[in-house]
């Protein structure tokens, strides 16, 4: 089944065009990565495929997602812990009263875990370092267990070690839930081999002045390259 | 005055009713104000009450009743305010000069063209706490409820909206929705309040707590809580030395927010140096 489909998506920020017509599709369970330069409209394509820029024109059709921003808009001096700001990536839509379930906890406490923060859940984010808050935004998103993954240069300020822990989790809520992952990078061939680890199917796409083309699978893209 | 005539004064009505507007008042503003002082929206308060200043002075110069007129135009501005600052993307401190200029010119003006700077006009400036009526008693327990209500009920999306809007929409949670309630309770609340502390004064009660408590909480849960505390305490501890040494009350109050602030600073300074 398709997790995201986009038909024809253009965005403009004010008369200068951003993204272009682009129009793609993310299967269930599939990795697709996007490159491009700086400024080519990655990151503007994640915001209007999540309603925070409007759309100039075209569709997106995609489920419950979550969200790695490339870098967060709150305030680094905002009174929150750890577990405050993971346990949010659990909250849903709707009428319904915004409670915290009690699966909601735990699957923010198994985020937590999987990013190594369990000591420092109750620290307030304004005192950790940028990889360490980059692992909280990881844990907030992995922790909603969405349908669809949007992530915008997750790996940026991750050491190695966290990295491959980082392809681990996806490549199992790939496999296991049949998560789609959308992720912008610039580090393609790392992306490659970890996917080749982890047994992903992924595609890869780049974008240049607002327009994408799909270039193919992303383990042949070394090859492609040499 | 002695302790004999100050006890002997808790017993008046008008000093109770007094009491009760006010930490009522208090909680509302202090727990508010955390999310607009996070929101970077802490200067609301002082617009919506030169906003609240213009309607009272129309309604003083047509000789309408004055909540009427004040509630429902103070509420619409705190709307204005919210959507300027989204639409026309500019920043709310932008949004709530323009706003409170604006009021703030036609609120002399109507001044000047009716029966000019007489007392029910000096009351919309300075307050006239200790004048409360159980009507006002009553609307304010009102209010204290909802406030309570809204954050016990929404908690977690006031901090998911306040923390990070923008994650909250990708979420698919109707961030307007909130906005909207968090003015519309600021609205009703800067309204209450201007009563009791005037429209000088009542922004003060909005961001002090929220400020003074920020140096001593970790986590929002906590500045919520703490922020309440501080703010009741104050008003408590301002009123009683307003009647002590009979100061004005809501200079009063005022003054003592601003001393747990500088205290609570003074002592985080002396920590981080001790570290």
Redesign the interface.
Known sequence: MTALKLENVTIRYGGTVVVDGVSLAVEEGELLCIAGANGSGKSSLLRGI???VPLAGGRVERG????V?QS????RD????VW??V??GT???GWR????SRSGRKAAARAIADFGLTSLA?H?VGTLSGGQMRRVLLA?ALS?HTGLL?LDEPCTGLDPAIRRLLYGLLGRRCHEEGTAVLMVTHNLNEVRAFAGEEALSGRVAFMEHGRLSVAGPLRSYGEEQA | MTWAGFFELLTYPFVLRAMAVGAMISLCASMLGVVLVLKRYSLIGHGLSEVGFASLSVAAALGLPPLLVAAPVVLLASFAILFISQRWRVGGDIAIAVASSAALALGVLATALGSGLNTDVYGILFGSLLATTEGDVAVSAGLALLVVTAFLLFYNRLFLITYSEDYARSLGICVPLYQLLISALTALTVVMGMRMMGSLLISSLIILPAVTARHVAAGFRSLVFLSAGVSIFCFSLGIILSVIWDLPTGASIVLTNVGALLLTRMTDCLRRCAQ
């Open positions: 999540l309603g925070l419950r997602a979550a969200f921003p967060e808009d709150a305030d905002f009174p929150a812990t405050e700001v346990l949010t909250q849903c839509p009263l915004p409670l915290y109750r307030e907030r909603g949007l």
